[in-house]
Structures are given as C-alpha cells and as structure tokens.
C-alpha cells in the first residue's frame, strides 16, 4: 500500500516560472520528509528535507513546505530553469525506522 | 562528498543467470540499501542492511538475496535471473547514527536486462 503518493506523473512549467510539486502521505507519524532529483540513467540526488517539527524549509531556488495537518508538503522551484527538468521523487521515514517511503515520481519539464 | 559507486551502468544477462551487483561506499556508512527503479512504480526497497553481516527484507525482497561482508560493500544477488528482474537498481547509503534525519546517498544505478 502505498503511503506515499505523488498524483501528478509530470508537470511542464515555462522557464522563469514557478514550478510545485505536490506529495501526500498517509501514515501520520511519519517525521521527517526529503525531495530527490534523478535524471535519466543517473541515481536519485538529494535536494532538500524538511524535518516534523517544522512547516518551511528553504535553501536557495528551493523550498520545501509541511502542512502536517493535511499530510501534504509541497516543492517549490523559483525560478525554474531547463536544468531542473529531471523526475522529482518525495520520500518520508520514520525516526525509528531505516528506510525511506518513496512516491512514484514527477516528471518536471521546463521549457524555454 | 559522500561517494557510492556500483560495480556496471550496463548488465545483459540471460535467464536462470546468477547475477552479482556491487555496491561500495567510502563514507563509513552503517546503514545500506538497494532498490529497483521502475516507469510508474517509483523506487521500491529490496532489502537493507544496517549493519555488517545484518539484514533486512524490504518490500518486495522475492527472488533477491543480498551479503554484507564488509562495511563498505553491499552486494546484491540474483540467484536465477527472470525477465521481470529487468530494472534498474539503484544502491544507497545512510550514516545511521542519528535515526531517521540522515539522508541517503545513492550510487549511479545499474541497468540490468534479463534477456
């Protein structure tokens, strides 16, 4: 069952533009959320994470945002650029857990 | 830079092939994993080890076996390769002091083909 869940196969977004990326998730005690990028033939990179206690997270073009309540985060990419076309897979894990849940990915074109 | 290498980008292999894939780490890492990665079903766990000589099923560990010799490699093994083995797989790697907040690091990915 799947616990992490990205509804949104792909999203094609204008350069210069802002681009989200949506994740839900259902287990609620899940504490700690990250954003991997992955171009093709090429393994899953860290972006960003975002920690339970908190409901922004930002670190340059990118921000990460919680609402625990809805069990929903949010990627935003400001501006976006071609460069950030890849798949974006959201992931979560629990603090007496090893592994991560991840949803099935989005597909981000930007387009010049 | 944490660094995780896997031992082939590429691999064609027959059915009913053992078939050995190799992950190294060179950041002391405790904690290892491997997943396949495929079109619309994201990245499933396949086992985990979060120690030398310790190991655990993840969600779909059938047909998958894995060792963990030493702490810096994790191999993963094929004990008669299918073609629904067909995938990519992707090895990660995790510090594992501090719980859950350590990220994951992930090698580049084998393309396996089962023919």
């Known amino acids: 069952d799947q616990q992490v869940k990205q509804n949104s196969p792909s999203l094609s977004v204008q350069e210069g533009r802002i681009s989200i990326l949506n994740c839900d998730y259902t287990?609620?005690?899940?504490?700690?959320f990250l954003w991997y990028k992955k171009y093709p033939a090429e393994g899953p990179t860290f972006l960003i994470s975002i920690s339970s206690i908190k409901d922004k997270n930002e670190d340059g073009r990118f921000t990460v945002f919680l609402n625990k309540s809805a069990k929903h985060l949010s990627l935003h990419i400001v501006p976006s650029q071609p460069g950030d076309s890849a798949v974006y897979f959201c992931a979560a894990s629990l603090n007496s857990g090893y592994a991560l849940n991840f949803g099935k990915g989005t597909s981000l074109l930007v387009t010049p | 830079d944490v660094k995780v290498t896997q031992s082939s980008r590429y691999l064609v292999k027959r059915t009913g092939e053992k078939v050995f894939l190799e992950c190294v780490q060179d950041?002391?890492?405790?904690?290892m994993f491997w997943y396949r990665q495929d079109p619309g079903l994201g990245l499933r766990l396949i086992y985990f080890?979060?120690?030398?000589?310790?190991?655990e099923k993840g969600d779909i560990p059938e047909g998958y076996s894995v060792s963990r010799e030493k702490k810096e490699r994790f191999s993963l093994i094929l004990e008669s390769a299918s073609t629904n083995q067909t995938s990519m797989y992707l090895c990660?790697?995790?510090?594992?002091?501090?719980?859950?907040?350590?990220?994951?690091?992930f090698g580049p990915g084998t393309r396996l083909t089962v023919l």
């Open positions: 080890s979060y120690d030398v000589k310790m190991k």
């Open positions: 990660a790697s995790r510090l594992g002091t501090s719980g859950s907040t350590d990220t994951q690091y």
């Open positions: 287990n609620s005690m899940f504490d700690y």
């Open positions: 950041m002391d890492h405790e904690n």
